[in-house]
């Protein structure tokens, strides 16, 4: 420690010790975290023991009689070794709030020291894994832009104690100020106001209707007829691990997106899920980079939608159940649900009917019978695909079109799989022009939206050459205007800053109202043709 640092304290401290407190995490820490590993000794020395305890024998078998103290006091001995490894491993971790950052050590032969920025801080996580559960216990996790990985994770601390320290990091993250005399005092959880539930039947009801179940069902039929030609029964081996596989994977699904909630409060938007293993989710605003809104055609039946997102520091969706729930907003959600998630990630639409530009952008107009019976369903500004490239794509041409509002640039394509993608236009990082054979002689063009890692890959597919140009120009100088009103890291500082011009802009037009009733219609109407003519 360095002079003139503050002193430790100790596991049970509270996280809202002052700044500069060195805390360790909960001494059950490591034998949660190392649970395989005791297991595995005690499987390795006791198996036989057991089994023989099971057929009626005795209890050490004769012909090990004479080596059994040496077996006993070398497992002894090994045992003894790990459990004084996980106490070195739990003594040597620390963690530390302080100067804008939040810092981990740890590690007695290897040392290892992680920080972050709490300015960076892109969202929070708390995670309770089953055994961890039983013991109350709960991991934070803090992720940050371009990391690979969890920037900073804290396993394990008391639920409590881990709840208290996210409010408090979130508080900091957002450009709070603590108050010196209270600077004691534990930070309270901000309030919150439960937006939506994924009811159990919804989920599974998803999951059957998935591309996964359709799949199953194709194979299934294929080994049936094959066996039925050949006589050879052996193709039912097949389906075996297939079974296998696609049982596990309707496990996963079910065990990380049960009892999905999702809430709003001044922290950011909450999501918590899980059935075994728990997750808590706390993505502050404004951190979503890219969202998309999909529909497989199965989930047009009962009008289901999927909402997935880009934030930075959660890095791509692999294929492990994990990645993948991290980037869901909305596993599986109604279409007024959709919209609720949308208002939540965009509160400025930047469009006078919001309903009508999103409808237009999930549900589409691909023909005459297109988006029947849905309210506010019109193209809403879209350019689409032209004509003269629809052999490129016969069924999606109509759908394949762009719209910008001023805040983001939504995306849609797909007949069959609907997909709409919406980019704020801040977090637009850079754009390229991808043009084929193809596309050169009729003149269209791709439009790729460079962001960072995740399930949203951001492309405009068929375009127009002259509208694609266009949109290239138009949407660099509306990021870039985008970029020069956030001017502080600190959330809650650009929602202050919006408040107060929004408060001045109400402001002025009341005092003007008398006089000039019709002039805001009037110089609103070249902007909206403006962005019409730019996308």
Known sequence: MKPGAAPEASAGAEAGSPDGVWLRVHPASPFVRGWVALAAIGFFFFRDTFERMLRGGPLVDEQLAGRAPWLLGGGGVLLLLTVLGYILSWYFTRYQVAEGYVRLNSGFLFKQQRQARLDRVQAIDIVQPLLARIFGLAELKFEVADAGESAVRLAYLRMDDARQLRAAILARAAG????????????????????????????????????????????????????????????????????????????????????????????????????????????????????????????????????????????????????????????VGTFPEVLTMLSLVLPDPGTPDPVGTFTAGIVGIAGPDEGAGVPGASDAGFVTTPRRARFLAPLGWRRNGFTATGTALLIRSGRWWRHLVVVPHQRTQSMALEQGPLARRVRVADLVLHTTAGPVSPRLIQAGLDEARALLDAQAARARAARKRQTSEHWLDQVRALSAEHAQTEQTSQTQEPSTTQEPSTTQEPNRQDDRQHG
């Open 176 to 331: 709070v100020v603590p108050d010196p005399a209270r600077a004691g005092e534990a930070a309270a959880e901000a309030p919150e106001h439960a937006v939506l539930t994924v009811p159990p039947r919804r989920l599974i009801g998803s999951l059957v209707l998935s591309e996964q179940s359709v799949f199953i069902v194709a194979g299934a039929a294929a080994s049936v007829v094959l066996s039925a030609l050949t006589e050879n029964r052996s193709f039912y081996l097949f389906l075996i691990p297939a079974a296998l596989g696609i049982a596990a994977g309707y496990w996963n699904s079910i065990n990380r997106g049960y009892n999905f909630t999702a809430a709003i409060s001044p922290d950011g938007i909450r999501l918590r899920y899980g059935l075994l293993d728990t997750q808590a989710q706390t993505l502050p605003p404004g951190r979503i980079q890219a969202l998309r809104v999909s529909q497989p055609p199965l989930w047009r039946i009962f009008g289901w939608y999927r909402i997935q997102v880009n934030v930075a520091g959660y890095g791509a969706a692999g294929s492990d159940g994990e990645s993948a729930s991290r980037t869901t907003l909305l596993p």
